[in-house]
């Protein structure tokens, strides 16, 4: 409830970024070995690079206010397939 209600999410950790999309709060991330790595997958796709950044000092102020480069209706599209898979998996497991 809390990320629902910011209007920006400073992160330096994957689940940090997740909750950002899950949300659809605007968000910059500080990178990481550990992050860069958990991020190398669709997700990159729903976000500019802009928004991963070596240490606070390079943050860009007017950039940040927006969200447009965030497609958060992507998030949605990757949530839903992967709710769908594991629900074939786990009904075909029983």
């Known amino acids: 409830k809390?990320?629902?209600?910011?209007?920006?999410?400073i992160t330096?950790?994957?689940?940090g970024v997740m909750v950002a999309l899950?949300?659809?709060t605007a968000f910059i991330a500080i990178r990481s070995p550990s992050l860069m790595a958990?991020?190398?997958?669709?997700i990159m796709d729903c976000f500019s690079n802009k928004r991963l950044i070596n240490s606070v000092?390079?943050?860009?102020?007017?950039?940040?206010?927006?969200?447009?480069d965030i497609k958060f209706d992507k998030i949605q599209e990757y949530m839903d397939e992967s709710k769908d898979f594991l629900t074939r998996s786990l009904s075909g497991a029983l």
């Not at 958990?38 to 669709?42: A, G, I």
């Not at 000092?57 to 447009?68: C, F, M, R, V, W």
């Open 2 to 9: 809390e990320a629902e209600r910011s209007k920006l999410i």
């Open 12 to 15: 330096d950790t994957f689940h």
């Open 22 to 24: 899950i949300t659809k």
């Open 38 to 42: 958990r991020l190398n997958s669709p």
């Open 57 to 68: 000092n390079e943050l860009n102020y007017s950039y940040i206010k927006s969200s447009d």
